[in-house]
C-alpha cells in the first residue's frame, strides 16, 4: 500500500480540509517551520511499505533553519539541538557509533518513520501548532500502521510520546519506551536505554534488515 491509499479516507474529510486551510493561513501570515514543501516530508522518505520503525517526536524545531521535516533531524548547518546530542551520546554508548550527521535523512530512507505529533510550528514559538489538528492525522497514521502492519518498532520517548501507545497492538509490534532525550529527562532512564540495539536486535529477530545507524 502507498500513503497515498492509507491517507485517501482522511484527507478526503471536512476535518483535513479545515486544516490544510488553517495551516495555509499560519503560513501565509507569518513565518512558520519547516517549509511548507517538507511538511510532509517524513512521509515522502520512508514509504508505508518500507516502514520498520517509528519515532514519534512533539512538534518541529521553532528557530530558523532548524526543522526539516524529520523529527529529531536538523540540518547540517545548524548547532546540534540538545536532544539530538544526547541521541547521539547513548548510540555511541549502545553501538559504539560516533555519529556526527545531524540530518537523519539517512535513517528515514532505510525504514525510520520520524513523525512528529504536529507537523508544523510558528517560528520561534515552541507547540504553537499544537492546536490546529494536526494530531488527529498523525494518530490516525499511528493506528493505520499498527493495523495494516507487523513487526513494526515504535520508539516512545517520554510522556508525550507514550500516550501514543494506546493507538499501538503491542501483540503485533514492538515498543520500545524510555524517558525523553532532553536535557530535563535524559538521566531520568534515556541515557543507558539501549533503543538502537533493542531495535536491531528486534529486527533481526524477525529476520528483517538492521539499521544501519
Not at 528515514?108 to 510558528?122: D, R
Not at 493505520?144 to 501507545?165: N, T
Not at 532532553?182 to 536486535?201: H, L
Amino acid at each position: 500500500m502507498t500513503w497515498t491509499e492509507i491517507l485517501a479516507p482522511i484527507k478526503e474529510t471536512e476535518y483535513f480540509q479545515n486544516l490544510w486551510q488553517k495551516v495555509k493561513e499560519e503560513y501565509a501570515s507569518g513565518k512558520c517551520f519547516p517549509p511548507k514543501k517538507q511538511i510532509f516530508r517524513a512521509l515522502e522518505l520512508t514509504p508505508f511499505d518500507q516502514i520498520k520503525v517509528v519515532i514519534i517526536g512533539q512538534d518541529p524545531y521553532h528557530n530558523d533553519f532548524q526543522a526539516n521535516g524529520l523529527c529529531f533531524s536538523v540540518s547540517e548547518n545548524v548547532a546540534t539541538p540538545p536532544s539530538l546530542k544526547n541521541i547521539f551520546k547513548e548510540l555511541q554508548d549502545d553501538l559504539g557509533i560516533d555519529r556526527t550527521k545531524k540530518e537523519l535523512d539517512d535513517w528515514a530512507e532505510q525504514g525510520i518513520l520520524l513523525l512528529n505529533a504536529t507537523l508544523t510550528v510558528k517560528a520561534h514559538s515552541p507547540n504553537s501548532h499544537k492546536d490546529l489538528g494536526w494530531e488527529k492525522f498523525t494518530d490516525f497514521i499511528i493506528k493505520e500502521i499498527s493495523d495494516k502492519k507487523e513487526d513494526v518498532v515504535f520508539v516512545l520517548w517520554g510522556a508525550f510520546a507514550q500516550k501514543k501507545e494506546e493507538l499501538i497492538s503491542s501483540s503485533t509490534h514492538f515498543i520500545v519506551k524510555s524517558a525523553h532525550p532532553s536535557p530535563f529527562s535524559v538521566y531520568r532512564g534515556f541515557y543507558d536505554s539501549k533503543p538502537f540495539s533493542q531495535i536491531n536486535d528486534y529486527l533481526k529477530s524477525k529476520n528483517i534488515e538492521p539499521i544501519s545507524w
